[in-house]
T-cell receptor, first 113, second 113 residues
Framework: AQSVSQHNHHVILSEAASLELGCNYSYGGTVNLFWYVQYPGQHLQLLLK??????LVKGIKGFEAEFIKSKFSFNLRKPSVQWSDTAEYFCAVMNNAGNMLTFGGGTRLMVKP | DAGVIQSPRHEVTEMGQEVTLRCKPI?????LFWYRQTMMRGLELLIYFNNNVPIDDSGMPEDRFSAKMPNASFSTLKIQPSEPRDSAVYFC???????????FGPGTRLLVL
C-alpha cells in the first residue's frame, strides 16, 4: 500500500522567508504527485501536480515542487512567503493503477506579518 | 462550471438522528470521492465511485455509514444513527476518470451533539 509522510506538522515563518515543506512517499511503481492547499475555513485546492516530464513543477502563487525519484520525495518550495500563504498544505500520491489519492497528514503553515 | 456543490454547508444534529449529506460533482467527471477531515485523523477517504459504481468503501467507518450515487450528477452520504464522534468536515471531490486531479467541494461541517 502506498503512504505519504509529511514530517513538518507545524511551520511558522516570517514574511519574505523561504519555505520548504517535506513530503516523502512509499510506493515502488510509477506515481502521480500532488500538493493541495487548504486556506482557513475553505476546501482543498490544487497547488500543483507532477505526472511525468520535468521533475521541477511550477504551480500557482509562486509555489514549486521537485520530484526526486531516488529519494521518494516531492518537497514543496516557495522563495518568499506572504501572510496570505497561511494555510494547511497536503501532499498526496496516486498510483497509476487507479485514481485514488493517498494524503499525507498535512503541514500547518503560519506566516507572521 | 460551478465546481463541486455540497449541501448543507453546516449541520448540527443530536446523537441518534439520521444525517444526509449531498454532493453534486462537476459535470462530465466520472469519479466521485467522499472524505472526512478531523483534527485527530486528518483527511480520510471514505468511499469512491467510478461511473456511479462504488469501487472502494474500505474507508467507511462502520455500518452506520452508507453512500449512494443514483446518477452521474448526485451522491449522498448518510449516517444513521449519528454519534458525537462523527463530528467532522465531510468533503466531496470529483475527477475526470483518467486525469487524476480531484476537485474538492466546500465541505459540510457536521456537529453531532
Amino acid at each position: 500500500a502506498q503512504s505519504v509522510s509529511q514530517h513538518n506538522h507545524h511551520v511558522i515563518l516570517s514574511e519574505a522567508a523561504s519555505l520548504e515543506l517535506g513530503c516523502n512517499y512509499s510506493y515502488g511503481g510509477t506515481v502521480n504527485l500532488f500538493w493541495y492547499v487548504q486556506y482557513p475555513g475553505q476546501h482543498l485546492q490544487l497547488l500543483l501536480k507532477y505526472f511525468s516530464g520535468d521533475p521541477l513543477v511550477k504551480g500557482i502563487k509562486g509555489f514549486e515542487a521537485e520530484f526526486i525519484k531516488s529519494k521518494f520525495s516531492f518537497n514543496l518550495r516557495k522563495p518568499s512567503v506572504q501572510w496570505s500563504d497561511t494555510a494547511e498544505y497536503f501532499c498526496a500520491v496516486m498510483n497509476n493503477a487507479g485514481n485514488m489519492l493517498t494524503f499525507g497528514g498535512g503541514t500547518r503553515l503560519m506566516v507572521k506579518p | 462550471d460551478a465546481g463541486v456543490i455540497q449541501s448543507p454547508r453546516h449541520e448540527v444534529t443530536e446523537m441518534g438522528q439520521e444525517v444526509t449529506l449531498r454532493c453534486k460533482p462537476i459535470s462530465g467527471h466520472n469519479s466521485l470521492f467522499w472524505y472526512r477531515q478531523t483534527m485527530m485523523r486528518g483527511l480520510e477517504l471514505l468511499i469512491y465511485f467510478n461511473n456511479n459504481v462504488p469501487i472502494d468503501d474500505s474507508g467507511m467507518p462502520e455500518d452506520r455509514f452508507s453512500a449512494k450515487m443514483p446518477n452521474a450528477s448526485f451522491s449522498t452520504l448518510k449516517i444513521q444513527p449519528s454519534e458525537p464522534r462523527d463530528s467532522a468536515v465531510y468533503f466531496c471531490a470529483s475527477s475526470p476518470l483518467d486525469l487524476g486531479t480531484q476537485y474538492f467541494g466546500p465541505g459540510t461541517r457536521l456537529l453531532v451533539l
